[in-house]
């Protein structure tokens, strides 16, 4: 455990640096536009290049770290951040800054997706929960701390503009320093944003919306804080406690989502805060920051609650194997949102004044509860004891897929030397692959299975010559060794089962239950194999399948509950029973 952790530390410390600095840039780059005298939606399209870049980041990011690695891609990104928010001193030009800032969208993008990537694959089933505590935790802390290097010059001078350049050169040292190399990227193909709106209306509705509430409050935001006047610490103090609401009242939100049906607990907090926004614009900061303090920190912390609340109500309605597509696809919603929401904000605040940033989210809410009533009144809510837990996300970034505990875990473990050996020589040499493949086993009974599964799954490999030769060498290990070879090659099953029986009649039954358990689709074929073998054991098969059946039906999700064919189960059940229920009459008399 410690060690996983020990190894990430670069990593997390690159991520904390990085944080800082995006966290200075995002609220200083708009209050120094303003300094320069433009106007707030020219401030609003040039935030929204910021998001265009993000978008088309995820887009392409996996592509760019498959081909320069991660490493490579996170250092230039950060290198080419720094060069842009120096690049920004240069010249006020309205081109320039909207050219830079697409670019920055686009490098902290790729930045998140290495990040994530590396966090998922280091994790095992015990530590990803931990794991996407911490990197949650790493983006608050560095997000809320980077505001606070505000104060140390005044936003029209060039001096904020250096230090965001040193904080990107900085986060680049540790995983660039350090012995770590990157994971392998997997790839995963995404549905369809219709495909996953068939499903589920109100959570890429939600999705969708939480991209252009939070893009407009954190994009601008700033621009309110210097309307209001502020600066120095007070402005780095406003700004931070809006980051640390979007965090904190997840706390509250989640608790309540998991114990209440979500669409009616989402039809609350858009109320809320929409009645918050409104309430905004009659406070003045002259008569007390403080209510005004809270009532922003209220209607962020909502507004960031909307992104993971979607993601559950999508979730929910989605089969185990929906999970991992779905989820690229309603970041990509979100990141839709986030370019629509800046500019469409900036155009009401300059048509009024830059408070009409409220004006703006409590429309945006009132709409979306609007649509959370309608599909209430059209849709009945899914039970709350079937819900999904609520997992807290971060709307700057998106939670690694690996690290969601909703989604199914998947080893990531790396072939060892052995096996990586073995396959480079079943390439050109399969003899002496299987001979290897023997020799590595009465060595290392242990690695056996491995390099077993590794070796046959080579092409031109005589895996039923090569189980015979494992089978005699690592008798001990023949259950691990016939599960590792029938799962690299199911259309072998029934035939190396049957060698089994020759070989070691009494694993037969074992062997058989373990493959039916891992392989669904061969559950018959191994039940009918096992009772041909030992007749005695027909009761112990029939009943150890019948408990499976029943435990895997009630872990099922509720979407792949609604769709499971009890027809086929029921059918499944009745092979089983009369296959079983003949030997038994066999074996009595």
């Known amino acids: ?103 920055t969208g686009f490098c902290i993008a790729c930045s998140y997706a290495t990040m994530e990537s590396w966090f998922g694959d280091s994790a095992t089933k015990e530590t990803r929960g931990r794991i996407l505590a911490i990197y949650n935790a790493t983006i608050l802390l560095g997000l809320f701390g980077g505001q606070f290097f505000i104060g140390l010059y005044e936003p029209g001078e060039s001096g904020l503009f250096i230090i965001s350049g040193v904080i990107f050169c900085l986060a680049i040292l540790p995983v660039a320093l350090s012995k770590n190399t990157g994971p392998q990227v997997t790839e995963v193909v995404p549905m369809s944003l219709l495909a996953i709106f068939k499903i589920s209306p109100l959570g ?34 406003y700004i931070g406690i809006a980051i640390l609401g979007a965090f904190f009242l997840q706390f509250p939100v989640g608790y309540l989502s998991d114990r209440l049906d979500r669409g009616s607990i989402l039809l609350i907090i858009l109320i809320v805060s929409a009645a918050t926004d409104l309430g905004i614009t009659l406070l003045n900061p002259e008569q007390g920051l403080w209510p005004l303090f809270l009532a922003t920190t209220i209607t962020c912390g909502i507004i960031s609650c909307i992104y993971p609340i979607s993601m559950s109500q999508t979730f929910d309605q989605l089969k185990q194997s929906q999970m991992l597509a779905a989820m690229g696809s309603m970041i990509m919603a979100f990141s839709i949102g986030g370019v629509v929401g800046p500019y469409s904000a900036s155009i009401i605040m300059n048509l009024f004044d830059s408070t009409a940033l409220f004006y703006f989210l409590a429309v945006i809410q009132i709409l979306l509860a609007l649509y959370v009533m309608y599909r209430m009144s059209v849709k009945d809510p899914l039970p709350v004891e079937e819900q999904d837990n609520f997992v807290m996300q971060s709307s700057v ?193």
């Open 204 to 237: 890429v509705v939600s999705c969708f919306t939480a991209g252009i509430t939070y893009s407009a409050v954190m994009g601008l935001l700033p621009v309110v804080a210097q309307h209001y006047g502020f600066s120095g610490f007070t402005l780095s103090t």
């Open 397 to 589: 970034a998106a939670a690694p897929i690996d690290l969601d505990p909703r989604t199914e875990y998947v080893e990531h473990n790396e072939p060892c030397t052995e096996a990586e050996t073995a396959v480079h020589i079943a390439e050109t040499d399969p003899g002496t692959a299987v001979r290897l493949a023997r020799a590595i086993a009465m060595e290392n009974p242990t690695l056996g299975a491995e390099v077993a599964a590794a070796v046959a799954s080579v092409e031109g490999i005589d895996v039923l010559r090569l189980y015979k030769v494992m089978s005699e060498a690592v008798p001990s290990q023949i259950l691990d060794v016939t599960r590792a070879i029938v799962i690299e090659r199911p259309e072998l099953a029934q035939e190396l089962i049957r060698k089994l029986t020759g070989w070691y009649p009494e694993q037969v039954v074992p062997v058989a239950m373990e493959i039916g358990t891992v392989l669904p689709e061969l559950r018959l074929e191994m039940a009918k194999i096992a009772v041909e073998a030992a007749p005695e054991s027909a009761t112990q098969i029939r009943e150890y399948y019948m408990q499976l059946l029943t435990e895997e039906q009630e872990a099922m999700r509720p979407a792949d509950r609604y769709d499971f064919n009890e027809k086929q189960l029921d059918e499944l059940v009745l092979q089983l029973v009369k296959i079983c229920s003949a030997d038994e009459v066999k074996t009595t008399s």
């Open 1 to 103: 455990m410690l060690s996983v952790f020990t190894s990430l530390t670069p990593l997390i410390t690159s991520c904390f640096i990085l944080l800082l600095g995006s966290g200075l840039t995002n609220t200083f780059l708009p209050l120094r536009m303003e300094i320069n005298g433009l106007d707030t939606d020219t401030i609003g399209l040039i935030i929204t290049f910021y998001f265009i870049g993000m978008l088309l980041g995820a887009m392409y990011s996996k592509n760019l770290i498959k081909r320069v690695g991660h490493i490579r891609l996170f250092s230039g990104s950060l290198a080419l951040m720094a060069a842009c928010i120096l690049a920004c001193a240069l010249d006020s030009n309205i081109i320039l800054w909207s050219v830079a800032r697409a670019i």
